[in-house]
């Protein structure tokens, strides 16, 4: 099975004070990950337009713009509308601050002063989801790869057909002594359908990440578990076509 590095995400930390975002800094530090600083909800949505993130972590009570409209914001865009967000706020707040914030899709609620590793676990979370949801886009696209490379690429050759093939083009080149070259053979062309082990065995993996996608909870984990089952299909049918 094809192994991942640990890849580096990047984690978005938006506060409109500055001893708030070094805090941040230092409590995700050892987490080993890129963190990217935002003073204000404008700023955090331009960065967020600029490159991905794996996370937001989101101060509610900022001046102008503050955390719930930045998240609905955010919430608005299909490029950043499926970046979970964990909203932040001070321990006196008003009693429907948490509601506000699940209703318009924040995904988790945390209080000031932070447990340092109740945030690593939570933030943590959220960064292996991302990672795991990527690995399985990337795999199925190279399984994707893989069936449109079966579907073209000719049946493997045997030694044995292998060199008859070039014992017949040696003799036809030098022929009977006193006549000549014989003439081009009919031979039958070798089949281009793909193996029925090979579309099995891509059938299979697919039907492996099909499950794993719909067992995710991330937004766009059915709609990459829609492809998936359509290759899936589009395999089956190969199959009863090369029989």
């Not at 490159?51 to 972590?57: N, P, S």
Request: aromatic share 4%.
């Amino acid at each position: 099975m094809t192994t991942y590095p640990t890849e580096k995400c990047s984690i978005l930390i938006v506060d409109d004070i500055e001893e708030n975002l070094i805090a941040l800094e230092a409590l995700l530090g050892p987490l080993g990950q890129e963190l990217v600083r935002a003073h204000s909800g404008e700023e955090a949505l331009k960065a967020m337009l600029r490159q991905d993130f794996a996370v937001v972590l989101l101060d509610v009570l900022m001046p102008g713009m503050d955390g719930f409209e930045t998240a609905a914001n955010i919430k608005r865009l299909d490029q950043t509308k499926d970046v979970p967000i964990i909203l932040l706020t001070g321990a006196e707040v008003e009693t429907d601050y948490a509601y506000r914030g699940y209703s318009i899709g924040a995904a988790d609620f945390l209080t000031k002063p932070f447990d340092p590793w109740l945030l690593r676990t939570k933030v943590s979370i959220f960064l292996d989801l991302h990672r795991k949801n990527r690995q399985l886009a990337a795999q199925a696209e190279q399984l994707r790869r893989l069936f449109a490379e079966a579907r073209t690429a000719p049946a493997p050759r045997g030694r044995a057909a292998s060199a008859e093939a070039e014992a017949t083009a040696q003799r036809r080149e030098k022929g009977p002594r006193g006549k000549g070259p014989h003439p081009p053979e009919t031979t039958p062309r070798t089949a281009t359908a793909p193996t029925e082990e090979r579309l099995t065995e891509i059938g299979g993996q697919l039907a492996q990440i099909e499950l794993l996608l719909r067992d995710t909870n991330a937004a766009d984990a059915p709609t990459l578990a829609d492809r998936v089952a359509e290759l899936e299909r589009a395999v089956g049918s190969l199959r009863l076509r090369s029989e």
